[in-house]
């Protein structure tokens, strides 16, 4: 099936002429690569083109799902190719790995540049066969260390998860439990495991509480990868939390090919990776997830990233994407910002433009959206996603003590929360000085960007007639949902560059935007220093959250540049006293009533990280962080220090009981294994 759409807009004049007023678009294929039907698992790639009378670009979302159900977009409108008056889509590449059937696949293309956008529809169906009919089957993946676990259809009201083990051991893995579906047999993603070891696995079946075990099936995993260069690992300190253990860090890169996401035991042995082969330079694993669902899937964990590549806008290649990716690395869920700029300007956020449509060289009060940043998180009641992205706006020679006698590019954030199809349902603009940030106060170490800066977002505004830096104005870096709190349902934002972090009336999605109170040195929170430190307050501190489901309490690793700074940056500080020149591990609780903050741990974790880290408490009582950037003063090279340790008491430190260190990574965590990773 495909619509199409066409019409005129008379322009009233002394021409008399009319034109167009919205394109006339026709799709002529919908194709997959492979015919229908295939097993679960099979890697089709669906191609649409189609033809546009407008001027384009022509853009394509591709919607997916059971037939008869409501169909989830999975990659939203992106732009398409053209070549001899024919446009082709961006390929789509889908990996159905959940439930078997018969699926609908449905693309529309729609050109957005004229006045009243045209656009078609069509639609085709695919039917998926089970990889399993009456016995159980364990394939391989495209990532040899996952295993695609077929298992045949179980009685409704039970429930089914996959044990594996491997051969010798006695630990026994398990996946998460889905519900059972007696008409479609299961796929489980089963990952976790030892490159080039032999496996067994089974289902476990749970009806009313009585376990009953499936066939076993074995598996061996392949080798790693030789065309991939893996990071090694040094144990400083063994033991930590057996309760956890595994480790998932998400390397950073600092202008080479970065390393790839891994997962690895206590010893730092790798059982888990992704690697990008098309965007290899820029992967930012967000949060791992527990539990979503993308297209008619059961629920399975998956992996929240930011990753590189045009969308829309040819002169923005970064940080463009915000995709969840399945545990065999298949991506089953894709926005771009050019979509989301789109649909933002259509709510009214003047300041979403595309970078692209702004005046060069662009005068004061320009402003636009240039990339995705630092954190998306998936907590949000519903389903609903929220993800950090970067604005740049122009404002009056002078602003913020710049000395240049041109308009300065002053970087500010939006956070925009995402329904469960990935569409804006809500933003906030920390420009909007009706919500209570002054742009006026500089970051405080005088932070700036300039174009293709390692570490910044996006610069796309700099230029002839603006001053030569961008002021890195916030540089946010971390959000969480706090689902309970003297005001539930509002989020908690961390701004690296100002040593805040502020509570925004979010109020699932009714809130005012306005900030109800500042954390931090100048903030609204007095600071109850019962360890008596010389500078209690975190500085450029890295990823804030409320611990205990949002009962604290809050965490964060506190980088500590500003206290490590010399005066007077330091704030009137006497700079970083002796053996205090380190970043901490920060455990904190927060009265909201009193507007008073008390230490629980200020752990020196004994190593300077500038930036990145991230923070943990564990369901032991013991503490993780991960020092994430650590500058090696003789090689020039950056490393990581993943720390945990076991809290001291009145001193507020921690006796260290696990200390890796690896290649200099973003964030990372502690878990069980892949499919209980940590919600905060």
């Not at 992996?303 to 298949?330: C, F, K, S």
Request: net charge negative; proline share 8%; aromatic share 10%.
């Amino acid at each position: 099936m495909k619509l199409s759409q066409n019409g005129f807009l008379c322009l009233i004049g002394a021409l008399g002429l009319c034109a167009p007023a919205f394109a006339t678009v026709t799709i002529t294929a919908l194709t997959p690569s492979v015919a229908s039907p295939q097993k679960a698992g099979t890697v089709i790639t669906w191609t649409a083109t189609a033809t546009d009378t407008g001027t384009g670009p022509l853009t394509f979302q591709f919607k997916v799902g059971l037939k008869g159900s409501t169909l989830a977009v999975v990659r939203d409108f992106n732009a398409g190719t053209l070549s001899a008056g024919t446009w082709t889509s961006p390929p789509f590449v889908w990996v159905p790995t959940g439930i078997a059937g018969t699926y609908s696949i449905e693309v529309t293309a729609q050109d957005f540049s004229t006045t009243s956008p045209g656009s078609a529809n069509m639609t085709d169906s695919y039917t998926v066969h089970p990889l399993a009919s009456t016995t159980p089957v364990a394939a391989k993946t495209a990532n040899p260390l996952v295993a695609l676990f077929g298992s045949p259809a179980c009685a409704s009201g039970s429930t089914q998860r996959i044990a594996f083990q491997q051969s010798g051991s006695t630990t026994v893995n398990t996946t998460n439990y889905v519900p059972c579906n007696p008409k479609a047999a299961l796929n489980f993603e089963i990952a976790g495991m030892y490159p080039s070891k032999a496996y067994t696995m089974y289902s476990e079946t749970d009806t009313g509480g009585t376990i009953t075990n499936g066939p076993s099936v074995t598996f061996k995993t392949g080798a790693l990868p030789t065309n991939i260069t893996f990071p090694t690992f040094t144990v400083d300190t063994k033991g930590g939390d057996t309760t956890s253990p595994m480790l998932l860090l998400g390397p950073v890169s600092f202008g080479t090919a970065q390393s790839p996401l891994v997962a690895t035991d206590l010893n730092g042995k790798v059982m888990w990776y992704y690697y990008d082969p098309v965007a290899p330079n820029y992967t930012l694993l967000t949060r791992p997830l527990a539990n979503s669902t993308v297209s008619g899937n059961f629920p399975y964990p998956t992996m929240l990233v930011i990753q590189d590549g045009v969308a829309w806008n040819p002169a923005a290649t970064t940080q463009q994407y915000l995709r969840e990716l399945d545990l065999a690395g298949n991506v089953v869920r894709e926005t771009n910002t050019g979509i989301i700029q789109q649909n933002l300007v259509k709510m009214g956020a003047t300041d979403a433009q595309s970078c692209a449509n702004v005046h060069k060289p662009p005068q004061i009060g320009s402003a636009c959206l240039g990339g995705f940043h630092h954190d998306a998180i998936q907590t949000l009641p519903n389903g609903y996603t929220a993800v950090i992205a970067s604005i740049e706006k122009i404002y009056p020679p002078g602003i913020q003590g710049d000395t240049s006698g041109l308009p300065v590019d002053i970087i500010g954030d939006m956070i925009i929360v995402l329904d469960t199809n990935w569409q804006p349902t809500w933003y906030w603009d920390s420009f909007n000085s009706t919500y209570g940030l002054n742009v006026s106060r500089a970051a405080i170490l005088g932070e700036f960007c300039t174009t293709g800066e390692q570490g910044c977002p996006p610069i796309l505004l700099l230029g002839t007639g603006i001053a030569p830096d961008a002021k890195d104005w916030l540089h946010a870096n971390a959000l969480y949902y706090w689902p309970s709190g003297t005001t539930p349902g509002d989020l908690v934002f961390s701004m690296k560059d100002q040593d805040w972090v502020i509570k925004i009336d979010y109020n699932n999605g009714t809130g005012t935007k306005k900030i109800l109170w500042t954390m931090g040195l100048g903030g609204n929170f007095s600071f109850n220093n019962i360890f008596n430190d010389p500078y209690p307050w975190f500085s450029h501190q890295h990823e804030v959250g409320m611990e205990n489901n949002g009962a604290g309490p809050m965490t964060l690793f506190d980088n500590g540049d500003t206290r490590v700074a010399a005066p007077p940056i330091g704030l009137g500080s006497p700079g970083c006293m002796p053996n205090d020149c380190n970043s901490r591990g920060i455990a904190l609780s927060v009265n909201e009533s009193l507007l008073q903050v008390s230490p629980l741990l200020n752990w020196n974790l004994g190593y300077y990280a500038s930036a990145d880290g991230s923070a943990q408490l564990l369901a032991d009582g013991n503490y993780y962080f991960l020092v994430a950037t650590i500058l090696n003063t003789s090689t020039f090279t950056y490393y990581s220090q993943a720390m945990e340790g076991t809290p001291s008491g009145t001193t507020g430190g921690a006796t260290t009981t696990l200390n890796i260190a690896g290649p200099s990574g973003y964030r990372g965590w502690t878990m069980t294994n892949l499919y209980n990773p940590p919600i905060t």
